[in-house]
């Protein structure tokens, strides 16, 4: 139905009955277009005047259906029957359509990332129709299925809010007041964890590099970006034939092949980094973790991989590993652990282990040590890139 300011009524397309037979009883009330609703035509008024105002209400009614549900109803002519009929269909405390609200109830579950004023009304549609086919909660029972309902990252508050009524009796009201406020505080320290961790991964990279420039070794060349004042009083030296007064990239020499250690020679086929020989694939721009597009950060500063979002486990063990204390000082809950797979560009998979389930983070970490500890080199070369090979195949990211 398509009318226009505050009574604008949702189609029903067969779900969630109770919503739209609230908001269709409320809008005929609004019209003054309630009676037809009983069936009965009041005795003040005559035949004319009732048909009239019944039509009214049935074209109300039959409006506010999407094509599939007014079908069902086509050979209702009164605006009582057309409501008997579709209660009926949609409304009929069945056995089976008991098991069905009760299985999508206790089956209910709030994303990691969900908002809890979305789940909140899933949860009371679903009770909402429970109730109208005769299966009654009392407020207890209801909140405590809302706290069941709740993700694994919210345990801590779960245990809060259990122990803190001194009557050993929960309500709904105060439970979801509780809950609502507990998401207000992971929003902004969110943000403070975005801002200060992953966010910061690019700062802290550059800071580093800067402050540990004096500690490289001379034959590491470094980008013009970086200023003359970082490389006063040294000697640049070529990777490439190890003469000194230039780069690689500006050498004349033909380019070296890899020898019996198990280097190869160019790859043109393969995408190439600063004119090096060896081989590498986009990792942390293109890097997708089944099929959703979730960037990966490579951090020097994180101690473990560690990552927000469930779904991109390929094995998962749930479980309390402690907590994760972060560049602000706010302890992050770990809930969970197991294996990553990284699909490259070049449809390579780089499989990372024992990578932490942190949902209050924002952003996915691979951490530096992490890689170290599985038998990965990484080294920071030129253009802000950093690479991390093995003797098989090597991978490639931003120096961030």
Not at 266 to 279: F, H, I, L, P, Y
Request: proline share 2%; hydrophobic share 30%; aromatic share 8%.
């Amino acid at each position: 139905m398509a009318e226009e300011g505050k009574g604008k009524i949702e189609k029903f397309n067969g779900m969630n009955f109770q919503w739209w037979k609230m908001q269709v009883e409320d809008y005929l009330y609004q019209k003054d277009l309630y009676l037809p609703l009983v069936g009965e035509k009041p005795e003040a008024m005559n035949a004319s005047e009732w048909a009239i105002l019944d039509r009214k209400a049935l074209a109300t009614v039959r409006l506010s259906l999407t094509p599939q549900v007014a079908f069902n109803i086509s050979k209702e002519k009164t605006t009582a029957a057309v409501m008997k009929a579709l209660e009926k269909l949609y409304e009929k405390p069945s056995a089976s359509n008991k098991v069905f609200l009760m299985k999508k109830l206790f089956n209910m579950r709030m994303s990691e990332n969900g908002s809890v004023v979305d789940h909140l009304n899933d949860f009371n549609g679903v009770t909402n129709q429970l109730e109208s086919v005769g299966i009654n909660f009392d407020d207890e029972i209801r909140a405590l299925l809302f706290l069941c309902s709740l993700p694994d990252s919210w345990n801590n508050l779960v245990t809060t809010v259990s122990n803190s009524t001194i009557s050993g009796t929960l309500t709904l009201n105060d439970v979801v007041s509780s809950v609502m406020n507990d998401e207000m505080r992971r929003k902004t320290i969110g943000d403070g964890i975005s801002s200060s961790t992953a966010l910061s991964v690019e700062s802290r990279g550059r800071q580093n590099n800067k402050q540990n420039n004096r500690g490289r070794s001379p034959t590491r060349g470094r980008s013009k970006s970086r200023g003359k004042s970082k490389s006063k009083g040294r000697t640049i030296v070529c990777w490439n034939c190890n003469k000194e007064g230039h780069k690689k990239n500006d050498c004349t020499k033909p380019k070296k092949k890899k020898g019996a250690g198990g280097r190869q020679g160019d790859d043109e086929g393969a995408n190439m980094v600063s004119s090096n020989e060896r081989t590498y694939d986009d990792l942390c721009l293109s890097a997708t973790v089944d099929d959703n597009s979730k960037v990966w950060y490579v951090d020097s500063g994180a101690s473990i991989h560690c990552t927000p979002h469930r779904d991109c486990f390929s094995d998962y063990v749930h479980g309390d590993y402690g907590h994760v204390t972060v560049g602000n000082g706010y302890r992050c809950s770990i809930v969970g652990k197991g294996k990553v797979k990284i699909k490259l560009s070049n449809g390579g998979t780089l499989i990372l282990n024992d990578v932490r389930h942190i949902p209050e983070l924002q952003k996915n970490l691979i951490s530096v040590s992490g890689l170290d500890r599985e038998g990965y080199f990484v080294a920071f070369g030129e253009k802000q890139w950093k690479k991390i090979r093995e003797p098989h195949y090597g991978i490639t990211g931003w120096d961030i």
